[in-house]
Every structure is written in structure tokens, then in C-alpha cells.
């Protein structure tokens, strides 16, 4: 089943508030989610942008033209569907006023908590023509994109942050302005003897596989795993940037769904516990399932997590043994062997 927003986007159209595009028209949509179902008379085509992977799949399996990230200029309107992220939703308005052509129509749903009201309230400011509708729970705005955006688009677009001085992240990546306490408590744990091959599983910028290369310069090599286009991107610059010399492969991939190709003698990860909005744990275990499979015999896993997760159990399900490493206020950092 959609989420509202995504029935809050369409509703303009539904309504007849607005006119849909029409055949022979190109519509670019960022944030794109599967489960829509096109209004009447909309008959343009639509380029899907959707660079989480299992959202990805979910359009893919609906039969959409989707790609990670956006392609091709001039398209005759744009939607954006707003996520939890300020900064990865003004991003997506940028993207659509670079890539539409002046005189487009621009929509932008979302729901409360999404922060949808104050985002409408920041773009009204630049004075274009349109209006909006609430419904769902949420918000649908639109308005005309003028013939020069360079100014709005250039003030909307993320900026890559600095981590540290040593690793580039952007808004909407997990922890994208920090190393995270709970990452930073795994690495200080770290072998700093391994000589196999590893894996970074949910490796989101690859903080776990740079400090992982430095505490085992003997290293054949780490393997990251990551759900989000982007966050890989980021991963590959700052593995480059900071760990040239540990050879490192990329896997744009969803753990919960599709296997490794390859085994590993060790596996570190910080594994997501949130899909969307809402808090999954579930989503973990999934992951750590997907990573009993993936070691070799003997191989081992290290994982951190809030103490509240209850990950001793599937761990325990899983693997020959298993075991605490340590805990602070916050983390605790488990292990497992196969």
C-alpha cells in the first residue's frame, strides 16, 4: 500500500485543480515510489528517479523507467515526492528546476512529517506563480518554473559536507554531518590483524570500511554494500581519498532481498533499524540474517546497535555462537561467528 503522500501528490490532477500533462510530454520524477496510480487524461511519459534500491526494484517491478539518479534536461514538468530529509527534499526541488524547461509545471507533496508546510512556506518566498492543496494528511504545492533558476536552484541544492576534515557526505545520508557514536565505538574495536576479505554491510559513506583499512593495512580487500546510490558514491570517494592503498569493491544492493555473490572472513556493520518513517527493527535482522550467509565457515561478525535492539536473539539463531563485545550509555557492539 502507497504512502499518503504519494496520494497527496497526484490529488491535484485526481481533482482537475490542475491539468495533466499530456501525451507526447516528459514528466521527471524524483523521490518516485511504486504503488501510484496515474489520473485520467494523464498521459505523458515518466521518468522515474529513485536511488534507494529496494524502492528502486519496487518501480522497476511495476514496469517504470527508473534510474538512480536523474538524466536528460528539458522535461516539460517535474514531481517531487518529499522524504524525512530538509535538505534531500529542497535538493530534489533544485534538481527539478535545472531539469524542466521555463514555463513547467513543478509538484511537491508531502506529509507533516516530512516537514512539508515549512518547505511550502520557504519556496512561496521566491514568488512564483502557483497554489497548493492539503490532503492526505499532507500537502500538494505547485508552481510555474521561471526562465531563470540559477539563483533559487543554486540556494536549494545540498552541499556536500566535511566529516571530520577527511570524509564528504550530503544531507539525507545516515549521520551525514558526524561520525556516528555507535560506528565510532565499532572501529574503536576493530582487528587490526585480519588479512582475508571483508564486507561492509549497509556501509552508507564507508566511515566502518576506511577505519577498517587502517586497523588491518594487511587487508585482500573490503566489499560495500549499500542501499542508497548516493551514500555508495560518497563511499567510493572517501575510500579513494582516504584508504587508496586497500583494494575495495562497490555493491549498490539490497541486503534484505538479494544475496552475495562472494564470502567473507569478516563482516562489520551498523545496521539501519528505520524504512521510510517508520522504526523497523526487523530491517536489522534481516540484514544479519543476509550476513550469516555471506561469511565463510569460521568467518565473523561485528555489529553495532542501540542497547534497546534486541539482536541477541537472532544472532543466536544464526551462527555457532555469538557474545558482547562492550556497551556504553547508548551501543553495544555484538559479535558472531559462523
Known sequence: MSRDALKTLFHPFDTGVIDPPREGER???????????????????????????????????ARADVTPLAEDEGYDAALVLCGKHKGENE??????????????????????EDGIQPLRKKIGKFGWDGDSLPKYHGVAFWFTRPEDVSEAASALAKVPVRVDGLFEASPGMFSHDRVDAGSELL????????????????????????????????????????????????????MMANAPSTPAR??????????????????????????GHAAEPSLGAAIIKSAAKALKHGGKLMLVANRGLPYEQVLAENFKESGETCRNARFKVLWAKR
Open 27 to 61: 514528466v521527471l520524477f524524483l523521490g518516485a515510489e511504486a504503488g501510484y496510480r496515474l489520473p485520467r487524461d494523464f498521459s505523458a511519459s515518466i521518468a522515474a528517479v529513485q536511488p534507494l534500491k529496494s524502492l528502486y526494484r519496487a518501480l522497476e517491478a
Open 91 to 112: 535538493d530534489r526541488i533544485a534538481e527539478a528546476l535545472k531539469r524542466t524547461r521555463g514555463g513547467a509545471l513543478i509538484v511537491v507533496a508531502g506529509g507533516k
Open 187 to 238: 572501529a574503536s574495536r576493530l582487528p587490526k590483524d585480519l588479512t582475508g576479505h571483508a564486507a561492509d554491510f549497509g556501509a552508507g559513506w564507508g566511515y566502518l570500511s576506511v577505519m577498517l583499512a587502517h586497523a588491518s593495512p594487511g587487508l585482500k580487500g573490503i566489499d560495500l554494500f549499500e542501499a542508497d546510490y548516493e551514500a555508495l558514491e560518497a563511499a567510493r570517494i572517501n
Open 250 to 275: 562497490f555493491y549498490w544492493h539490497d541486503l534484505t532481498t538479494e544475496e552475495t555473490r562472494d564470502k567473507y572472513d569478516l563482516i562489520v556493520m551498523n545496521p539501519p533499524f528505520h524504512e
